[in-house]
T-cell receptor, first 117, second 108 residues
């Protein structure tokens, strides 16, 4: 079975532009989460979506938005890019049924490396 | 204060030694706990879930102390292939919070 896939793998943008990152979860997984990871830090939680509804949100500005589609794939959008948005953006999927810890394991994709110039 | 804090590292440890990682969390409402491993320029992967009763998987043992809000990971008989960054993860109110990670170098 295919794991979590993300596109594109790399992206270069300039300040002020917007970007859309895409993620396809593991087949059967209904939850997708997005993370930002800068060098030397752990992943920072941005959003979690479950069954197309936002289930959790981290401390990111409104420039960051996301959505989940009926097939459970997801997009992360970032508007008005800043230099500080340069990072690895990770997507993770899980079964996340909310009552079984074993269902909460996050399976990560390889990430999209975004560079803002 | 960060919600999840880990030993700053890096840890440089000879092969065969025992290594212990510590992690503290500040919110007592935290619900579930995990250790992930991240190799250089790779995505994180689950190492272990952490249960209140403690759990063991081969050379790896994880412990949770809810009263002290403390999680630990013990690696026995360390191997060169254990070199990686170890991330402590806490789930709370549908937020998934990663620690900064502790880098481990196993020395031959």
């Amino acid at each position: 079975d295919a794991g979590v896939t993300q596109s594109p793998t790399h992206l270069i943008k300039t300040r002020g532009q917007h970007v859309t990152l895409r993620c396809s979860p593991i087949s059967g997984h209904k939850s997708v989460s997005w993370y930002q990871q800068v060098l030397g830090q752990g992943p920072q939680f941005i959003f979690q979506y479950y069954e197309k509804e936002e289930r959790g949100r981290g401390n990111f500005p409104d420039r960051f938005s996301a959505r989940q589609f009926p097939n459970y794939s997801s997009e992360l959008n970032v508007n008005a890019l800043l230099l500080g948005d340069s990072a690895l953006y990770l997507c993770a999927s899980s079964l996340a049924n909310g009552w079984d810890i074993s269902q909460e394991t996050q399976y990560f994709g390889p990430g999209t490396r975004l560079l803002v110039l | 204060r960060k919600e999840v804090e880990q030993d700053p590292g890096p840890f440089n440890v000879p092969e065969g030694a025992t290594v212990a990682f510590n992690c503290t969390y500040s919110n007592s409402a935290s619900q579930s706990f995990f250790w992930y491993r991240q190799d250089c320029r790779k995505e994180p992967k689950l190492l272990m879930s952490v249960y209140s009763s403690g759990n063991e998987d081969g050379r790896f043992t994880a412990q949770l102390n809810r009263a002290s809000q403390y999680i630990s990971l013990l690696i026995r008989d360390s191997k060169l292939s254990d070199s990686a960054t170890y991330l402590c993860v806490v789930n709370r109110d549908d937020k998934i919070i990663f620690g900064k990670g502790t880098r481990l170098h196993i020395l031959p």
